[in-house]
Each structure stands twice: as C-alpha cells, then as structure tokens.
C-alpha cells in the first residue's frame, strides 16, 4: 500500500483544561476523499487546524505528506478552504486570487491563467467585477474554493464545503471533488451534509466529543448488516409468523404512501435463510409485491454511532 498522506498518532488537543481531541488516531491513504464526520463541537476543525499546523498538539503526532504538520515542507502542497472565511471584501473575485496566487510565489502569466480557469470553474464567470461585499453566502464559498485550489496542492482540506451553497452548487462543488479525486488529489473533507458525504467519500471518521467512534470505508460501513425490503399488497400474516420462528431480525417500515404499502426490512442470517424467506414469502396471501436489496444510509451509521438511533437487534 501506498504511504498515507495524512497520518495522525494518540493526538490529544487541550484548550486549557478541556480536551476537544481525546486520543485520535487516523491515516488517509492518497487520491481519496476522507471525512470527518460530527457534531458541533465534535473537534473536526481542530482536528483540521492542528494538521495545518495552525493549532500545536497537546500530545502526539500528526504528519502530512511525509513531513510533520505544519512544516513548510507539508504547507506548500497543501490547500485550504476555512469555515466562516472572511475575504477582504474590497477585492473582486480576480483580484482576491491574484493576491493569494502572488503570495504562493505563482508567476504573473501563470497566475493569470489559472484565474481565469478557476474563476470560470467554480461558477463565477461573468461576475469577475463584482466586490466580495456584494458576494452571496454560496459565492463566497465558491471564491473560496477557487482560493483553495489555485496553486495545485496535492492535499486539500475543505472544511463545511457546501455550507451555504443552493442545491445546484452543492451538485457542482460535488462534482468538483470527484474532480479533483480523478486528477489524484486527496480531499479531507468536515462535513455535516451526510447524503453529500456518501456520494463523495471512499472513507469515513465519525467523532463524537473528541473521540473516533467509528471509522471505515464507506461500503464497509454502510453494507455492514445486509438487508432486504420485502413489499406486500396486504399484511403477510403466515411469512410474519415463519419469521418470528425462525427467529429473523425484522422491521416494519413506517413510510405513508409507500407502494407497496405493507413493507419490511428483514436481515437474513445467511444466503440459505434468505432462499427459504423468498419462497415464503412468494406463498403468502399477503401478495409479495416487492423485493429488494437494502443498505443502511450513512445517516443510519451516523446516528447508531453516535447512539442517538436504536441498532437493530437480531
Ligand atoms: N481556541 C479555542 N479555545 C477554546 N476552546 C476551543 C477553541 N477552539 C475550539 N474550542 C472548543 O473545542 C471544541 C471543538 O471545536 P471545533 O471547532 O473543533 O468543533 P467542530 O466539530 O468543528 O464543530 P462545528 O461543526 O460547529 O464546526 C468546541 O467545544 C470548542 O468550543
Ligand atoms: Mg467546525
């Protein structure tokens, strides 16, 4: 396997006496989207600030792109995007980047180059003459990014990327990502969006009050407990009996309106069980309707993990 790009030891970041980071341990692999999941106050933007080298680590170690966090070394090759940025609001879109490209040591021509590209990339052509001050909520994000991304860095942390942004620039800033990931780029992403993450992550951290309590690929997290929705025109009151004997963990889905409307998820035990509960099911009065795969959303794992959603017991 490739040396991760981001690597993070035992970290522990204390304000005074309170600890916002209590012992994270964490690796990013290279030319992936990783997300740090949690609440507000859950210490993702610490977490980010300490491997920018903004903030000093309590206790252990973080090192990005080979060098410790925070050296020049690991700097140069990064980009950022802050949460509630503040840009001088007397600049333009053009000129804020020419600003921050000429202190990234970009030359005059290729600065101009990559304005323009940028600026016609995150969906802000033809309002090059606009003032920061008169940017909407969604603009500033945009500029933003454009900010971030303007000197090529191989490793990108986006803090709250889309926060703010309409539906359509949440599609665009996501397409952007997928982007960057297929140039090679790895993205480490804050996010409470978790419909958004799903799309874009291949690995997900979730943090509650400073602690991981859950981490995986998003497959692996998500495909964990592999269910069925099996759809019926009326209540199936023999295959609901014959589930409840063979002891095979069920829900009733509460959606009004659903069609079918009589559905459960159930979770067969094995690829046997699920053969027999097909066959009962196809026999029962009930009418099976309906039959397909499930996966538990990220908001699933998200709120089990975080244990504000009841796990499904067997
Ligand atoms: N400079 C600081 N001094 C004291 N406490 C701080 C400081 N920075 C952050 N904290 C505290 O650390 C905790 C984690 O904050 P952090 O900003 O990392 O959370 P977050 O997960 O990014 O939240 P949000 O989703 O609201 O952005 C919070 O309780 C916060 O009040
Ligand atoms: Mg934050």
Redesign the pocket.
């Known amino acids: 396997m490739a040396e991760p790009v981001l690597e993070v030891s035992g970290l522990i970041?204390r304000?005074?006496k309170?600890e916002?980071?209590g012992g994270v341990s964490l690796k990013v692999e290279p030319g992936t989207v990783f997300s740090l999941l949690?609440?507000?106050?859950?210490?993702?933007?610490?977490?980010?600030?300490v491997l920018l080298g903004i903030?000093k680590p309590t206790e252990g170690t973080a090192s990005v792109l080979g060098h410790p966090a925070g050296s020049v070394a690991a700097r140069r090759k990064i980009g950022y995007l802050p949460?509630d940025h503040k840009f001088p609001e007397y600049h333009t879109g053009p000129s804020l980047l020419d600003f921050y490209g000429g202190l990234q040591g970009i030359h005059r021509a290729e600065r101009k180059k990559r304005i323009a590209y940028w600026i016609d990339r995150v969906g802000l052509a033809g309002r090059e003459k606009v003032r920061i001050r008169g940017y909407s909520k969604g603009m500033k994000q945009r500029i933003g990014l454009a900010q971030a991304l303007l000197h090529d860095p191989d490793l990108v942390f986006l803090?709250?990327p889309t926060d703010g942004v309409d539906p359509v620039g949440r599609r665009e800033i996501r397409d952007l990502m997928l982007d960057l990931k297929r140039m090679g780029k790895t993205l480490f992403l804050?996010s409470?969006l978790l419909g958004e993450v799903e799309l874009v992550s291949d690995h997900v951290a979730i943090?509650n009050r400073?602690k991981l309590v859950r981490e995986g690929g998003i497959g692996e997290l998500t495909g964990a407990r592999p269910a069925w929705v099996f759809g019926f025109a009326r209540e199936p009151q023999v295959f609901l009996q014959k589930l409840k004997e063979l002891n095979v963990t069920m829900i009733r889905r509460d959606n009004p309106g659903s069609v079918p409307p009589n559905q459960w998820e159930i979770y067969p035990d094995s690829e046997d069980i699920l053969t027999v509960l097909v066959r009962l099911a196809g026999e029962d009065a009930g009418g099976l309707r309906s039959l397909q795969p499930h996966r538990e959303s990220l908001e699933d794992v998200y709120l089990k993990s975080l244990g504000k959603k009841e796990a499904v017991s067997a």
């Open positions: 970041k304000f005074r309170f916002a980071l949690g609440q507000n106050g859950a210490g993702k933007t610490t977490m980010i600030k903030l949460e803090d709250e804050n409470h943090l400073g």
